[in-house]
């Protein structure tokens, strides 16, 4: 029977090897040289942080939350390198969603 930590890894690494995932790190590197991209991703992930804080307290998201998830949709998509990490992202998510599938399969059984 194989190790399951070797399994994970060699996991870990197959995901790393993906087109997919490259794509994503290559878009990450690109919004990192570009000062506006970053401003804007780094204001995008403070607020999406203080959304999950807020939800985790057991708080729903207002209107007021509603309408700045839309603006900052809005502003995500017109920046171009940012759409292009978000559809990258999107195409990776998929074999990410397939592997907790995979993964989490036998828990569900127990269920």
């Not at 998201?61 to 603006?71: K, N, S």
């Amino acid at each position: 029977m194989a190790n399951v930590y070797d399994l994970a890894n060699n996991l870990e690494r197959a995901i790393r090897a993906l087109p997919e995932y490259q794509t994503v790190a290559e878009n990450k590197a690109k919004i990192d040289a570009d000062a506006e991209a970053k401003a804007l991703f780094d204001e995008f992930t403070a607020f999406q942080e203080g959304l999950y804080a807020k939800m985790q307290a057991g708080q729903m998201p207002t209107e007021e939350d509603q309408v700045a998830i839309q603006g900052m949709g809005v502003k995500l998509e017109s920046n171009p390198i940012l759409k292009a990490y978000i559809e990258a992202q999107q195409a990776l998510s998929v074999y990410l969603s397939d592997i907790e599938k995979i993964v989490f399969s036998p828990l569900k059984d127990l269920n």
